[in-house]
């Protein structure tokens, strides 16, 4: 058995960020009431007895909506009021009754599950499509100011800059050290606009956990947490669903310790919950594979997970029973490898991959431009000839080549150095040799 899929089919002036409207009744949420009621007895059962207002604020529903299920479960006897502030019924304290209690250990058999409200998965697919990537347009002169303090050929963004917009997958490839996840980090950000996730999705009865704190940044800055009892949610946006978080554009990264399973939906037993994989998280936004064919499991095998996701849109996700879970799939998938493509996968797999965009050792020109913007930014002085020290010392005299990252870690180890001898930095003389010997290899055998 499986759920039908939606429509997927992109809105050509899909906007970058759409917020959802208020639900102002338990029709408008989607949800059965006997969900809505349940949830209630279960956060009543975890969490003891709680004002009108508390229950609002974590469930991330209107009182409005949450007073006629009280009512009911009032008239049920499976809760009871305690107490009260005033300001009407929004001021009660409710508490769980004895046969309450046991209604929820039953409830809690299938979910166990308490916190802000989920949205239906027909209302998730609706909010990513309005949302997806696939309906930005970033200029040329956007992608050149996106990269900040990286700095490329210009036939580089030119190369770059289409395969951004065209919302496909991505392979980055070359020699580690050259920037390929800080390319892959600045797409992200490039992106703009923030976006509304859900907390969480609600599917047959059961519920799918999407909001990640570490994957799903407030745009204004750190986590602002509502009082301790509620958890650590974002503040509610005015004029928005509740159930929604207001983040950004999301970038979820994940690296060699990846296997396949991990991209499944996964069962938190203690909390009753699944939890979504990294692709769901990084829904309208980047998901990045950094050091692609170092995971445990056969390059191959990775690539075969993705076909079907890039080519439609959508995930098949199992749930328990054999049941398949269409989920949207509408995020930039980057790959980055410092190994040789070729020698990863065969010619037929890459040609699955849109766009294949090597990331070069920087020219002498290049890498004059960051070893002084990095100099800069770190007020060091600089000696004029202090690359050609470098490239003459290290570069040509050790044959090591030159990497986009070593200005940055030469610069640290002059500050380092100057820190331990107590004296102004300088990337020059003495101190700029002893910062390069630190850094590069002398292996004697190999000069």
Request: aromatic share 8%; net charge negative.
């Amino acid at each position: 058995m499986s759920q039908a899929a939606p429509d997927i089919s992109m809105a050509p002036d899909a906007h970058p960020s759409v917020k959802p409207p208020v639900p102002e009744s338990i029709e408008d949420t989607g949800l059965a009431t006997a969900f809505v009621s349940d949830l209630l007895l279960k956060t009543l059962y975890q969490q003891g007895a709680r004002k009108g207002t508390e229950l609002e604020a974590f469930l991330r529903l209107s009182f409005g909506i949450l007073d006629p299920v009280l009512m009911d479960l009032q008239e049920r006897r499976l809760i009871e009021v305690r107490g009260s502030e005033g300001h009407g019924r929004i001021g009660y304290t409710f508490d769980i009754t004895t046969e309450g209690r046991t209604r929820a250990r039953e409830v809690m058999q299938t979910s166990r599950y308490a916190g802000p409200a989920p949205i239906p998965l027909g209302e998730y697919w609706e909010s990513v499509r309005l949302q997806s990537t696939r309906g930005l347009q970033i200029g040329r002169d956007a992608i050149r100011d996106g990269f900040g303090n990286l700095v490329f050929e210009d036939d580089f963004y030119d190369t770059l800059g289409p395969a951004i917009n065209s919302g496909k997958s991505l392979f980055l490839y070359g020699h580690a050290g050259n920037g390929k996840t800080s390319i892959a980090e600045a797409i992200a950000d490039m992106m703009g606009s923030s976006i509304y996730i859900p907390y969480a999705v609600e599917v047959d009865g059961q519920v799918i956990q999407v909001y990640d704190p570490v994957a799903h940044r407030s745009p204004d800055g750190p986590v602002q947490e509502t009082p301790e009892e509620t958890h650590s949610f974002l503040r509610p946006v005015p004029d928005a669903d509740p159930r929604f978080a207001h983040v950004r554009r999301p970038v979820v990264m994940v690296g060699g310790e990846l296997v396949l399973d991990e991209l499944e939906l996964q069962y938190d037993r203690q909390m009753g919950v699944f939890r979504a994989p990294p692709q769901v998280k990084a829904n309208c936004g980047v998901f990045i594979i950094d050091d692609f064919g170092r995971q445990r499991v056969r390059p191959r095998d990775l690539l075969n997970r993705w076909m079907v996701p890039l080519d439609r849109h959508m995930d098949f996700l199992s749930l328990p029973m054999g049941h398949k879970l269409p989920m949207p799939f509408e995020c930039l998938l980057i790959f980055a490898t410092n190994l040789n493509p070729t020698e990863l996968v065969e010619e037929a797999f890459l040609r699955r991959i849109q766009y294949k965009i090597l990331v070069d050792n920087p020219s002498r020109e290049e890498y004059t431009r960051i070893f002084e913007e990095r100099c800069a930014a770190a007020s060091l002085k600089v000696a004029p000839d202090a690359v050609d020290v470098i490239y003459r010392e290290f570069y040509d005299g050790r044959g090591v080549p030159a990497r986009a990252c070593h200005p940055r870690d030469i610069v640290n180890h002059v500050l380092d150095l100057a820190r331990y001898l107590g004296v102004e930095p300088e990337a020059s003389g003495r101190m700029l040799e002893l910062a390069c010997k630190a850094y590069f290899l002398d292996v004697p055998e190999s000069r």
